[in-house]
């Protein structure tokens, strides 16, 4: 049995990180310098998380990327970057980049 708690602690802190800057009345203001907000779900409730831009290099982000462009094109209805993924794949994803930085 493998235990992954030090993942599990960063991924719980990018959670609290993302919901410190959820809600439904977020403007580019709340976006701290080197982030950029993205909209996350499948459904038409998305969730919107705050995220850094160097993520947006990294080869699994930019495949999620390709598959926002199939989707959306450059015409995004949130009006923000929207990835058209579950939230939990989502997260995996992110938590995923943290261990990878550290």
Same mark, same amino acid.
């Given at each position: 049995?493998?235990?992954?708690?030090?993942?599990?602690?960063?991924?719980?802190?990018?959670?609290?990180?993302?919901?410190?800057?959820?809600?439904?009345?977020?403007?580019?203001?709340?976006?701290?310098?080197?982030?950029?907000?993205?909209?996350?779900?499948?459904?038409? &409730?998305?969730?919107? %998380?705050?995220? $850094?831009?160097?993520? #947006?290099?990294? @080869?699994?982000?930019? =495949?999620?990327?390709? *598959?926002?462009? &199939?989707?959306?094109? %450059?015409?995004? $209805?949130?009006?923000? #970057?929207?990835? @058209?993924?579950?939230? =939990?794949?989502?997260? *995996?994803?992110?938590?995923?980049?943290?261990?990878?930085?550290?």
């Amino acid at each position: 049995m493998v235990i992954r708690l030090p993942r599990m602690v960063q991924a719980k802190q990018l959670l609290k990180r993302a919901n410190s800057f959820k809600s439904n009345n977020a403007t580019a203001a709340d976006v701290p310098k080197g982030c950029c907000a993205v909209y996350v779900g499948e459904s038409y &409730e998305k969730k919107r %998380y705050v995220i $850094p831009i160097a993520y #947006l290099n990294q @080869p699994s982000f930019r =495949e999620l990327l390709s *598959h926002a462009e &199939e989707e959306f094109g %450059y015409d995004h $209805p949130m009006g923000g #970057l929207t990835i @058209p993924c579950r939230e =939990e794949m989502f997260i *995996h994803l992110t938590s995923d980049l943290i261990v990878k930085e550290n």
